[in-house]
């Protein structure tokens, strides 16, 4: 059996989980986790770099160890590159492991496997309107132009994304999600681990960097504290791939203070640390305003509930038992919708098939997010709504879905399946802090910009650190793609630097 068979199998395996714990050649409890998502996972097997091994100098050294980090490291390494991971976190994976939903791509074979007709410049146009024309076109040009070979070179390491569906915002199905419709985020840490791991690429967690070192303008290097020391770590290029501030919320609400007092969906250490470091090599920024709230929170535990789930057909319904929107527009849209019903909440309703569609619900039920009702009518009364209410609002939406003409709020989109398969469910849901589209300015190749519009000589960044990619409003999925494409991209630029 070949490499990606396995890799396919063990990533497989591990879908569920949304991150793993583990140390040096050992395994980690969950009472050591830092997040929820660890906490219900529980331990499993990941093995990290024991510090003593860490030398005194690489050609890359990446910070940080989500999607975006991780496809940096995998790139370079193939590039030829002696490259090293440092992870402030005690695990690694970053917001990437939280992340429920999939990755966008145009042109792709799975797409055309399955009939679905896209194309690059569709991608690009909706992807621009979304952002309220304000996305550097430059940067999401080359995301959606690489976006069909980012599909083609997971799917090369095992990690196949062939279940497509739709995402607010696109009129075409260019979501793509793993095979089983598990989340996106563990399956994708899980198989980039993998191949870290085959490519023996040492992985330091619980390295914070504190520091970039430079010579004549040139980023040569890190400080990093690491087992109780700080050490001096050369580096010929370094990739910053450490994620938003999300988590930042003296920094949230520095830029946007009406986000006071919302709950975040980003993991703890989604605190700016790339964006601090960076300023001080006189980096700069762009658009650190545009901070996305994600509509489908479950606020008790600050959990987001995948747009997939809408995507497959779900809908949404107020304290009233009645639709009150389109499910499917543009996040900023329904987020503000939801926020102008007086009680400032709503419940996401689905049916016994789209559970079964979307297996991802079922981490959102061992968190006790999910209600259930054998009948409409017993799901109405469970979620306190007036039962004649529900039953009548999902009676028209049954009609809406078989005719495809949704003549209340206009959807036309995730409207393959109707609502009819009992039992009945619905989770409680209020927007919540998502997703920091601003950051560190950066240009096609992934260095990173200072204010004058010039190079960083040796530095670079991708993922969520960054901004310019999504403009005024991500369409979901495109993280996902940000984080692969332009991890690929920093760490083929970077490798070449090194030579």
């Known amino acids: 059996m070949n490499k990606k068979f396995w890799f396919g199998l063990l990533a497989g395996l591990f879908a569920l989980f949304l991150v793993a714990c583990g140390s040096s050649k050992t395994t980690e409890e969950s009472k050591e986790a830092t997040t929820t998502e660890e906490v219900v996972s529980g331990a499993t097997e990941r093995e990290y770099t024991d510090p003593s091994e860490l030398k005194d100098s690489y050609d890359v050294v990446v910070v940080g160890s989500g999607g975006a980090g991780m496809a940096a490291a995998i790139s370079a390494k193939d590039a030829g590159a002696d490259v090293a991971i440092f992870e402030k976190m005690p695990v690694i994976g970053g917001n990437t492991s939280k992340s429920s939903g999939g990755m966008n791509a145009s042109e792709t074979k799975f797409q055309k496997e399955q009939s679905i007709e896209d194309s690059n410049d569709l991608f690009y146009e909706e992807t621009l309107k979304g952002g309220k024309g304000t996305n550097n076109p430059e940067l ?14 997971l799917d090369s390491m095992g990690i196949r994304l062939n279940k497509i569906t739709f995402s607010g915002g696109f009129s075409v199905a260019r979501i793509h999600r793993p095979e089983d419709g598990s989340a996106v985020g563990g399956y994708l840490v899980n198989g980039l681990y993998y191949n870290l791991k085959e490519r023996e690429v040492p992985i330091f967690v619980n390295a914070d960097v504190t520091d970039l070192t430079d010579k004549d303008g040139s980023v040569t290097g890190v400080k990093v504290k690491i087992g109780g020391k700080e050490k001096t770590i050369k580096a010929k290029s370094v990739v910053l791939a450490t ?3 999300g988590s930042n919320m003296k920094m949230i609400t520095k830029f946007k203070p009406e986000l006071e007092g919302y709950v975040t969906t980003n993991h703890e250490g989604a605190t700016g640390d790339g964006i601090a ?7 700069d920024t762009v658009q650190m305003d545009q901070i996305q709230i994600h509509p489908t929170v479950y606020q008790e535990t600050s959990y987001l509930v995948s747009e997939a ?27 503000a919708a939801i926020n102008a019903l007086p009680e400032r909440s709503a419940y ?29 009518a017993e799901l109405a009364k469970a979620i306190g709504v007036p039962e004649e209410n529900l039953v ?6 049954n009609k809406y879905a078989s005719e495809k003409n949704d003549t209340e709020f206009g959807r036309t989109t995730g409207m393959e399946h109707d609502l009819t398969k009992a039992p009945y469910y619905a989770i409680k849901i209020a927007p919540g802090i998502h997703h920091t589209m601003g950051g560190l300015k ?14 960083i000589p040796g530095l670079y960044a991708a993922g969520e650190v960054t901004g310019g990619v999504h403009g005024s409003n991500r369409i ?8 692969i494409i332009f991890g690929r991209q920093a760490g083929t630029q970077s490798a070449e630097y090194s030579k």
């Open 140 to 153: 999401l040009r080359y995301m959606v132009d690489h976006s069909a070979d980012a599909i083609d070179w």
């Open 243 to 245: 994620g938003g501030f």
């Open 277 to 283: 470091l960076a300023e001080a090599e006189d980096a």
């Open 309 to 335: 789930v809408r995507g497959e057909g779900a809908i949404l319904v107020n304290s009233e038992g009645k639709r009150f929107y389109n499910e499917m527009e543009t996040r900023d849209n329904v987020s």
């Open 348 to 376: 996401v309703v689905f049916d016994q098939a789209l559970r079964e569609r979307a297996t991802a619900i079922e981490q959102y039920d061992k968190l006790g997010m999910v209600v259930k009702g054998e009948t409409v």
């Open 392 to 397: 009548a609002t999902m009676e028209a939406w």
């Open 442 to 455: 950066i240009n096609t190749k992934t260095e990173v910009l200072k204010k004058d519009g010039s190079v």
């Open 476 to 483: 979901g999925g495109n993280a996902v793609a940000d984080i």
